[in-house]
């Protein structure tokens, strides 16, 4: 039996989650308590200290099940995407809302009055999930947050049509490794955040995601496929066009695949694992 991904599984130092009993060897097992991301948003770190890697992030109203508490760190697992990490403790709340719009423009204010010249109580990304409480003008107040402008909110589950689309809104956003909001992304991350908006489910990392996807053949290849190497991926615009977030520009941006294929090769990393069609 192969050790389980330490990305995906809720157990550290011999406590695991109780709903992984007889599945993982560990010392302890138990329950988890659901919360969700109160803050814009808040990263998920590799271990309980404001300076350790970040490998992902919760965007705001996304539920985080924890598992414990250590050093203002609660460590748990991410509902979107399954990852496992440690999260300050500060920027999570209970109980969990139930979400009843998502953020659908790119970023957003929220305003402590429903009033643009109000303060501002925080920035939010495409995705982030709100529970709408009272609406005034064209304002809508969300639970433990602000005013949000509600055309910038979308009633959850109505999703865009095109991801690809969706994905070259974030061109020229900062690349920012574990990032995913609209100020900084990886590479995965922009798959993922552009396939979200439009309801489809998408694993958080690459290989996660090669394994995901259906292959097609390089011949095949058209708008929409995804092109992997070891530890990235683009988005194909068209079959000779990629779009990624990536850290030879530091941004989100459009490159000739085959200028991307000869550079990503000259810096070692291969040549291209395959496609995949989501």
């Known amino acids: 039996?192969?050790?389980?991904?330490?990305?995906?599984?809720?157990?550290?130092?011999?406590?695991?989650?109780?709903?992984?009993?007889?599945?993982?060897?560990?010392?302890?097992?138990?329950?988890?308590?659901?919360?969700?991301?109160?803050?814009?948003?808040?990263?998920?770190?590799?271990?309980?200290?404001?300076?350790?890697?970040?490998?992902?992030?919760?965007?705001?109203?996304?539920?985080?099940?924890?598992?414990?508490?250590?050093?203002?760190?609660?460590?748990?697992?991410?509902?979107?995407?399954?990852y496992v990490g440690y999260v300050p403790s500060d920027a999570l709340s209970a109980p969990v809302l139930t979400a009843s719009h998502a953020v659908s423009a790119l970023r957003t204010y929220a305003f402590s009055a429903p009033d643009i010249k109000s303060a501002i109580v925080g920035l939010y990304s495409l995705g982030a999930l709100v529970t709408v409480e009272a609406c005034e003008g064209r304002f809508a107040r969300a639970a433990r947050s602000g005013w949000f402008i509600a055309d910038h909110l979308t009633p959850v589950g109505r999703g865009e049509d095109d991801y690809v689309a969706v994905a070259q809104?974030?061109?020229?956003?900062?690349?920012?490794?574990?990032?995913?909001?609209?100020?900084?992304?990886?590479?995965?991350?922009?798959?993922?955040?552009?396939?979200?908006?439009?309801?489809?489910?998408?694993?958080?990392?690459?290989?996660?995601?090669?394994?995901?996807?259906?292959?097609?053949?390089?011949?095949?290849?058209?708008?929409?496929?995804?092109?992997?190497?070891?530890?990235?991926?683009?988005?194909?615009?068209?079959?000779?066009?990629?779009?990624?977030?990536?850290?030879?520009?530091?941004a989100v941006a459009i490159e000739p695949l085959t200028e991307a294929v000869a550079r990503i090769e000259a810096a070692g990393v291969g040549a291209p694992l395959g496609y995949r069609r989501p």
């Open 1 to 82: 039996m192969s050790a389980p991904d330490r990305r995906l599984t809720l157990i550290r130092d011999g406590l695991a989650d109780i709903r992984l009993e007889g599945r993982v060897a560990a010392e302890r097992f138990a329950a988890t308590q659901s919360m969700q991301a109160s803050a814009p948003i808040a990263s998920i770190r590799k271990a309980p200290a404001p300076d350790a890697e970040q490998e992902d992030q919760l965007a705001f109203g996304e539920r985080f099940d924890v598992l414990f508490e250590v050093d203002g760190f609660a460590f748990g697992q991410a509902g979107r995407d399954g």
């Open 169 to 250: 809104r974030f061109l020229g956003a900062p690349y920012q490794w574990g990032g995913r909001e609209s100020l900084g992304l990886d590479c995965s991350a922009l798959v993922q955040q552009a396939l979200a908006a439009c309801n489809r489910a998408c694993p958080r990392d690459t290989d996660l995601q090669r394994d995901f996807f259906r292959p097609v053949e390089a011949s095949e290849r058209r708008r929409g496929d995804l092109v992997f190497w070891k530890g990235h991926v683009a988005i194909l615009l068209d079959p000779d066009t990629i779009l990624h977030a990536n850290a030879h520009h530091m």
